[in-house]
Nanobody, 123 residues
Framework: QVQLVESGGGLVQAGGSLRLSCQAS????????MAWFRQAPEKERELIAC????????YSADSVKGRFTISRDNAKNTVYLQMNSLKPEDTAVYYC????????????????WGKGTQVTVSS
């Protein structure tokens, strides 16, 4: 069983930056495909970025391209989301997710989820 714990969220002004971290338990993290999702109030959970076990970035949403970057450090069992040039519309709960089985980065293909961290961007 893998547990994922997000951190790094908070309140930031528009144009600011945050770095989210997702710490994973277990010794097989390096074999997991990892992703960041977000969910704003009354909206569906949205895939933001996804990264292979190797570190190759599979997906980055158009809404965050050029501003957000996913990365991972397998030695630290951690995946990151660097968020720059934040906008009020980035306000949401951010979740990390992972899976070791083959599949896409879509919601239904991710097996493990963190509880989320709130990001609030003020205008």
């Amino acid at each position: 069983q893998v547990q994922l714990v997000e951190s790094g969220g908070g309140l930031v002004q528009a144009g600011g930056s945050l770095r989210l971290s997702c710490q994973a338990s277990g010794r097989t993290f390096s074999s997991y495909r990892m992703a960041w999702f977000r969910q704003a109030p009354e909206k569906e959970r949205e895939l933001i970025a996804c990264i292979r076990a190797s570190g190759a970035i599979i997906y980055s949403a158009d809404s965050v391209k050029g501003r957000f970057t996913i990365s991972r450090d397998n030695a630290k069992n951690t995946v990151y989301l660097q968020m720059n040039s934040l906008k009020p519309e980035d306000t949401a709960v951010y979740y990390c997710a992972g899976s070791a089985r083959s599949g896409t980065c879509r919601f239904f293909d991710m097996d493990y989820w963190g509880k989320g961290t709130q990001v609030t961007v003020s205008s």
